[in-house]
Nanobody
Framework: QVQLVETGGGLVQAGGSLRLSCAAS????????MAWFRQAPGKERQFVAA????????YYSDSVKGRFTISRDNAKNTVYLQMDSLKPEDTAVYYC???????????????WGQGTQVTVSS
């Protein structure tokens, strides 16, 4: 059974940084595009960032472009989300997800982690 486990969430002040990690197991990691999504209380889950299988192609939502960076280490079966210049509106549960082909559409992702909470205080 495929497992995606997110770590690195926490409480940070506005303007601060966090790095999320998502470790994958029981899948051929280099054959999957990876993405991060987030869900704030009372809101729908939304796309944050995605990386192709090699990491050479990346997509970002407009709300995080220039502040967040997605990267991956295929040797470690891990995808990262470096979050800088955090804002209170970035507060959400962050999820990583995997599918064969790169997409920003959450409905097409096959595998999901359990999520990690990120809280940004003002």
């Amino acid at each position: 059974q495929v497992q995606l486990v997110e770590t690195g969430g926490g409480l940070v002040q506005a303007g601060g940084s966090l790095r999320l990690s998502c470790a994958a197991s029981r899948l051929t990691f280099s054959s999957y595009a990876m993405a991060w999504f987030r869900q704030a209380p009372g809101k729908e889950r939304q796309f944050v960032a995605a990386a192709s299988r090699t990491g050479t192609t990346t997509y970002y939502s407009d709300s995080v472009k220039g502040r967040f960076t997605i990267s991956r280490d295929n040797a470690k079966n891990t995808v990262y989300l470096q979050m800088d210049s955090l804002k209170p509106e970035d507060t959400a549960v962050y999820y990583c997800a995997a599918r064969r082909l790169l997409s920003t559409d959450l409905t097409v992702y096959d595998y999901w982690g359990q999520g990690t909470q990120v809280t940004v205080s003002s």
